[in-house]
């Protein structure tokens, strides 16, 4: 009687303690419990950036200049703000401001042509090249638990690309272009821990012609816009109000808005940190 007595009472612990742990609902992560999260990033990208601009821009045809090549341009850390407005459990607005602007003098190896000047081998050159984009964005959640979230975001993303070749004796040349890319794509989020994350987001979109000469004033006859931004990061909460963040990050632009064309990537390692209130 002991004994069935007492196979009786550690059955009955046992299926109490595996119906709790069954229901038992996951401790929130620190990460999402916030209104306002602003957080600074510190890239420090690979540039490639091809830029061409004039007759040979809007015949599509070959005549790039390859600003990474031809200058010698080294990778240089940039400084990226980042801004999200949680409403609700599902929804977020999203901000975000990065610009990248590298200055570099090189003797040319070759002829270049850009902006309709000729700039011959073996003159000294400068080159003043810049990008700087905005986004702003909305996200919506679909899955959103304790310790994941999945989630859909649609964007527009604000590109102004300027590029300014001069050589004394010959002049200068230069191109500056805006083309706003509206983006959608998607977010995934796991905290393995309740005070760590695991974040890989995609964005990216292709602007159709007709819908480019609407959304342009610098549109003309030629008009293609394409950007995609991937963005795999991790996350540390030290408190429910101070973070950091170390990730990886490719973007890339291509462009053809008559008479400018350009080709640019950017790809490299960050971190900084974040301030949630």
């Given amino acids: 009687m002991k004994i069935g007595c007492a196979t009786l009472l550690c059955a ?28 600074l990033m510190f890239w420090t990208p690979t540039p490639e950036l091809q830029i061409q601009t004039g007759a040979l821009a809007a015949l599509g045809q070959p005549g790039a200049v390859d600003f990474v090549s031809e200058f010698g341009i080294q990778n240089t850390r940039f400084n990226e703000f980042r801004g999200v407005l949680k409403a609700g459990k599902k929804n977020k607005i999203r901000v975000s401001h990065v610009m990248m602007q590298y200055n570099q003098s090189a003797t040319l190896q070759r002829a270049i042509t850009f902006g309709g000047t000729t700039f011959p081998v073996n003159v000294p050159a400068s080159a003043d090249l810049k990008w700087e984009f905005w986004n702003l964005g909305y996200e919506w959640d679909f899955v959103a638990t304790p310790r994941a979230v999945v989630g859909m975001i649609t964007e527009v993303k604000f590109n102004k690309v300027s590029a300014n070749l001069e050589a004394t004796g010959y002049g200068t040349s230069v191109t500056d272009v805006n083309a706003p890319v509206p983006a959608i794509g998607f977010t995934a989020r796991v905290y393995p821990h309740r005070l760590f994350s695991v974040t890989s987001e995609f964005r990216g979109f292709k602007v159709p012609g007709f819908i480019g000469k609407k959304i342009s004033d610098a549109a003309g006859d030629d008009f293609d816009a394409k950007m995609y931004d991937f963005d795999i990061y991790g996350t540390i909460s030290f408190s429910r109000y101070i973070g950091a963040q170390a990730g990886y990050r490719r973007v890339t632009a291509e462009y053809l808005i008559d008479p400018d064309a350009g080709d640019l990537k950017m790809k490299g390692f960050y971190f900084g940190g974040l301030l949630r209130f």
């Fill in 12 to 39: 009955t612990l046992l299926l109490s303690a595996r119906a709790e742990a069954q229901f038992r609902v996951p401790e929130a992560a620190a990460g999402e419990d916030f209104h306002v999260e602003v957080g």
